[in-house]
């Protein structure tokens, strides 16, 4: 079983469409792992039924016990992210501040505070429509702790995988080099880097390449919208060359691109133009560059 890790170092290269793409050109060989929680939007593409789901507990939350406080101050005095509201007498926690480092119930006299694991989001198992299976997520709003939603369903994708003795699950990770990034990478066998022929796409691609470079994995790159500017993409290809990063494919602009979306399909099942030739051929260069 192989892993192969989808991502970019900017949003809006067109990351989640090609990862889509290959899914569904994949189609029951390959477990699909939906590890944008931030964002997630597989769903809008792959049509999942949420068969399964279950909440997601991480960090910590303080809680008032209003019967058992007796406003003493000690809990806002030594909170450092101005969690502890007063109101009307009464003291309680806002949610949105609180850290969950539980320095206020150690220092509460009356034992009235009570930490209690945070609900930041819920992950799913779902049927999707290639006759395989996905596992996404949904972070909370303003929740942190998305890496450690990520390795969940990193996690369960790979049980799944092993369980039904796929041959790959394709991730679909987060932009940026932050940590739902370094957790989607962990473990990977080949990582497709998906970017644009722009100053900021290269300048990204060049940033997560570093981290790519420091877990020492193998990669390649998909330019998405090449034609567009043809001084940009050859300064991408030329970095490519000098990182010996597989070039899997320059993909043109299309705007079937964006009307096969709207429909809720990925290019490869909306048309059979050059466009999704040349994700076909991709599909198997990267399967190659697997063996």
């Known amino acids: 079983m192989k892993e192969i890790v989808v991502i970019s170092g900017k949003g809006g290269t067109g990351k989640t469409s090609v990862t889509a793409s290959l899914a569904v050109l994949g189609g029951k060989d390959v477990i699909v792992a939906d590890c944008d929680v931030d964002a997630a939007d597989m769903h809008l593409l792959m049509q999942p039924d949420f068969e399964k789901s279950e909440d997601f507990f991480s ?56 930490n209690k694991d ?7 198992v779902s049927n999707i429509k290639t006759g395989s299976i996905m596992v996404h997520a949904k972070l909370g709003i303003g ?30 990770g987060s932009p940026g080099v932050g940590c739902p990034v370094v957790s989607s990478l962990s473990g990977a066998h080949f990582v497709v880097l998906v970017t644009e022929p722009t100053v900021s796409g290269l300048h990204d ?8 470079k420091k877990f020492n994995l193998k ?63 991709s599909w198997v260069k990267i399967k190659q560059s697997l063996i």
């Open 59 to 114: 960090g910590e939350l303080a809680y008032i016990h209003q019967d058992e406080c007796i406003q003493c101050g000690k809990c806002d005095d030594v909170c450092r992210f101005n969690a502890v509201l007063i109101n009307d007498g009464k003291y309680t926690i806002d949610p949105l501040s609180c850290e969950g480092c539980g320095y206020c119930a150690r220092v509460c006299p009356t034992k009235a505070i009570e």
């Open 205 to 212: 691609l060049k940033r997560v390449y570093e981290l790519v």
């Open 219 to 281: 990669a390649g790159c998909i330019i998405n919208k090449a034609d567009l500017n043809s001084q940009k993409a050859s300064e991408i290809n030329e970095f490519l060359k000098e990182e010996n990063i597989v070039h899997i494919a320059n993909l043109p602009y299309d705007e079937s691109f964006t009307k096969a979306m709207t429909l809720g399909q990925t290019i490869v099942e909306y048309s059979d133009n050059n466009l999704a030739k040349l994700l076909t051929e």
């Open 118 to 124: 945070l609900n930041v989001g819920k992950w799913y």
């Open 143 to 172: 929740a942190d702790n998305s890496g450690k939603l990520v390795a969940k369903v990193k996690n369960e994708a790979k049980e799944l995988a092993k369980e039904q003795n796929k041959d790959y699950i394709i991730i679909d």
